[in-house]
């Protein structure tokens, strides 16, 4: 159980691009990563405005001289103080991540970063070379990761209890954007600008996430081929999409798919994964994280809750506050900015841990790699694509 006892011999000096007042995901970021005292907030360049991004950040506690104008200041004048950064989180619109994780990565800093970590595979790479060259950590934002039911679920599949996998059954399918919410609301237009969002919307934004989690609980599954289609709904977002389906083919034979979509009216947020095997599945929906649906064939089906002593010992190694109460996102975060922690200290020792599994810099490769893919695939007329 997580208590709040220190994971790094010294809290990490962090500092944030974005995330400034009014942002959702900026406060989600804070609050995870200052809640075990794995990082201390010590500097940031918190909003393209100046004036009110230091406003902001002094409103943080963060002295004023650390509160700069921008993410280039910030790396010059914190790499000659001698309590100068040493992580930093991106958390501003997509079209920004090659360029800032690269910056960050020269100054010398491990990064966190929304994802998708950038556009194409070709620079994707690049980063994962150059994070490698300099033994630095880049840790990619799939939050839902982080939740106690996804290791649970992880440590059944590899104990055999579901028998062969056959079908990865995922989507991520809300309704918020059934309508053209973007004319009045600037943080959902820029999602759908290609200059800034990238060649995707929904698969990028939303698709990403669920195929995350399979990877976690299923991380010798390859992809071999794919197909997608992807439509536009709301006219005005073409030619980025608000709907898309992918099937996909595995190495070992198994089938998966992935529902992408934001105009499922009346849904509020349809984040499933289900993993169906020869002897029993699993379903796990992001709206009751607490809960993991286990069904044996020619059994009833079960309800594993969380913080429960039937769970294996990896999945209760999440756990913070015991069963029978609720966890949710935050949570879901702060176990995950632990993860990034510890991966980060063991590289100031160069002290590698393969023992320890978090979304990392080749998750963000894999993300953009899916993207990619899919694309291609529905750009040609939703046709079957060899994985590259």
């Known amino acids: 159980m997580i208590q709040g006892e220190k994971n790094v011999e010294q809290p ?44 902001f950040g002094v409103n943080l506690h963060v002295e004023p001289e650390r509160c700069y104008a921008g993410y280039k ?7 000659k103080r001698e309590d100068g950064i040493q992580a930093v989180s991106i958390a501003t619109p997509n079209g920004t991540h090659y360029e800032m994780t690269k910056a960050a990565l020269y100054a010398g800093l491990h990064v966190i970063c929304e994802k998708p970590l950038c556009f194409t595979v070709k620079e994707a790479i690049e980063l994962e070379k150059l994070a490698k060259n300099k033994q630095l950590v880049v840790g990619i934002t799939y939050g839902y990761a982080g939740h106690q039911m996804i290791e649970q679920a992880r440590q059944m599949i590899e104990n055999g209890e579901l028998g062969d996998i056959c079908i990865v059954n995922m989507q991520f399918a809300h309704g918020f954007h059934s309508a053209p919410v973007e004319a009045a ?39 071999k081929k794919l197909m997608c289609t992807r439509q536009s709904f709301v006219k005005s977002r073409a030619p980025l999409e608000d709907n898309a389906y992918t099937i996909m083919e595995y190495e070992n034979g198994a089938i998966g798919t992935v529902w992408s979509f934001c105009v499922n009216a009346g849904s509020m947020h349809g984040q499933k994964i289900r993993v169906i095997g020869s002897k029993a599945s699993i379903e796990w929906w992001d709206e009751h994280p607490n809960q993991l649906r286990y069904e044996v064939q020619g059994k009833p089906a ?23 109460h609720p966890e949710g996102l935050f949570e879901a975060w702060s176990n995950l900015y632990t993860r990034f922690a510890k991966a980060i200290a063991a590289a100031e020792r160069r002290d590698w841990r393969e023992d320890l599994w978090y979304p990392g810099i080749e998750a963000g490769v894999e993300g953009v790699r899916w993207v990619e893919n899919c694309v291609r695939s529905a750009d040609n007329g939703a046709v079957w694509v060899e994985y590259q």
């Open 302 to 324: 079960m309800i594993l809750d969380r913080g429960m002593n039937y769970l294996y010992p990896e999945a209760l190694a999440d756990d913070r506050i015991g069963g029978g």
């Open 185 to 223: 609301n600037a943080s959902t237009k820029w999602r759908v600008d290609p200059k800034m969002a990238g060649p995707s919307y929904v698969l990028g934004d939303l698709g990403t996430h669920p195929l995350y989690l399979s990877k976690v609980m299923l991380p010798n599954f390859k992809i």
């Open 73 to 79: 200041e910030m790396f010059e004048k914190e790499a």
């Open 12 to 55: 990490i000096r962090w500092a944030m691009i974005g995330g400034g007042r009014g942002s959702q995901i900026g406060y989600i970021h804070r609050s995870s990563a200052l809640r075990d005292h794995n990082f201390e907030l010590v500097a940031g360049a918190f909003d393209i405005n100046p004036n009110r991004g230091k406003d």
